[in-house]
């Protein structure tokens, strides 16, 4: 494999471009094209975007020739799957997988589908987003609006199918409508989505702790309820690893609990975590629902990673989510016991080009420390 770091010419073109890209976006597209727009209608524009570019081959070859940096340093597996780099979008934006050319040629790692749920879903009432620029972050309240798992997961199987180097995850939840039952319902409800997702993505997350339902949180609210979940979910035969998203907002000792069960049961990694319910010293609008993404989420989620990884490394690895912005946030999170980052806000607020920055920001901080490839650096700090 030929590697942009390697050559000093595509190396000087691709930082140009990538400078490019950040100039333009602060510049131009941001307030003309997106900040002019309500969230919701910004964000159903990108991905129309996204769809109408991934139907334009020469547009993706200039893409991936000249916006996506690799560098063997980067390169790395977890939980048997190997990745070009670890960055990936998070749940939350792709939620019919649309992105997924685009993503690719980018030059993401991996992304994460969904979440999808076993029926197709409208979601709440809109808006689905209030900005916090303020604060880095985006106020959430969409409540699992998708297409329905039978659609979605197809669409995701066919695109790892079509990726170059981009692996595919699925997180599948809860039906978020008004035939949401009991318990046993809400289980049946994830299985359904595991059978569909078995064997068709590279990895599929389990999204237990969305804040954003009209039933709440029942799974991470009772370890027993959990233990019924998984329980269930590990008499389906699926090859690909299984994470779970985690919350944010728990005490250690509640935390622990639910790593627990989750240990004596078919998972090997934990995705930490989903979004910031804590809104104290912040100053929003009280009738705005949801959780916050971004920069609320940055010290916590990577502080609680750090604790994981401590007590639970050696049986879960993680995957860190939360806050994202910079290289040096990124490396924190690695160095606090992250195999894997995701991101999505700072793709709203610094553009397109935020996975070339991040990949070599992570690059340059590995190479400053000695390490030949970022896996070493996982934990380092813990």
Not at 51 to 57: E, G
Not at 365 to 380: P, T, Y
Request: overall charge negative.
């Amino acid at each position: 494999m030929s590697y942009v770091s390697e050559h000093s010419l595509h190396d000087a073109v691709n930082k140009a471009t990538t400078d490019l890209f950040t100039f333009a976006y602060k510049n131009v597209v941001k307030p003309y094209a997106v900040f002019n727009h309500t969230p919701d209608v910004a964000h159903d524009q990108m991905i129309r975007f996204c769809d109408v570019t991934r139907r334009v081959p020469p547009l993706m070859w200039l893409l991936r020739t000249m916006l996506d940096y690799t560098d063997p340093v980067l390169e790395t597996t977890a939980m048997g799957v190997h990745f070009a780099n670890p960055f990936g979008l998070s749940a939350g934006l792709d939620k019919n997988c649309e992105m997924s050319t685009l993503l690719d040629n980018a030059g993401f790692g991996f992304e994460t589908v969904g979440s999808t749920t076993s029926r197709p879903c409208q979601g709440n009432a809109r808006p689905w987003f209030h900005r916090l620029p303020e604060y880095d972050s985006m106020m959430v309240h969409v409540g699992l609006a998708n297409l329905g798992s039978d659609e979605v997961i197809a669409r995701a199987q066919q695109a790892w199918s079509k990726t170059k180097t981009m692996q595919m995850s699925v997180s599948i939840a809860r039906t978020n409508d008004q035939l949401v039952g009991d318990l046993d319902e809400g289980i049946e409800d994830y299985c359904i989505s595991m059978r569909r997702a078995a064997g068709r993505t590279a990895m599929v997350e389990v999204n237990i702790s969305c804040p954003n339902t009209t039933v709440g949180e029942p799974f991470t609210a009772d370890p027993n309820a959990l233990d019924r979940l998984f329980t269930e979910l590990d008499k389906i035969d699926r090859p690909q690893p299984t994470l779970v998203k985690m919350p944010l907002n728990k005490t250690w000792p509640e935390f622990k609990e639910l790593l627990d069960v989750l240990a004596e049961h078919n998972v090997q990694g934990v995705t930490i975590a989903n979004l910031q319910k804590d809104r104290t010293g912040m100053n929003i609008p009280r009738d705005w629902l949801g959780g916050l993404s971004g920069g609320p989420c940055t010290v916590e989620s990577t502080e609680l990673i750090r604790r994981v990884y401590r007590d639970y490394g050696q049986r879960f690895a993680i995957a860190g989510v939360g806050g994202v912005f910079t290289p040096q946030q990124a490396y924190d999170k690695i160095r606090a016991g992250s195999s894997l980052v995701m991101f999505i806000t700072a793709l709203m607020y610094r553009g397109p080009q935020q996975i070339t920055v991040l990949k070599r920001g992570l690059a340059k901080l590995l190479k400053r420390d000695g390490f030949a490839h970022v896996g070493e650096a996982v934990g380092i700090d813990a």
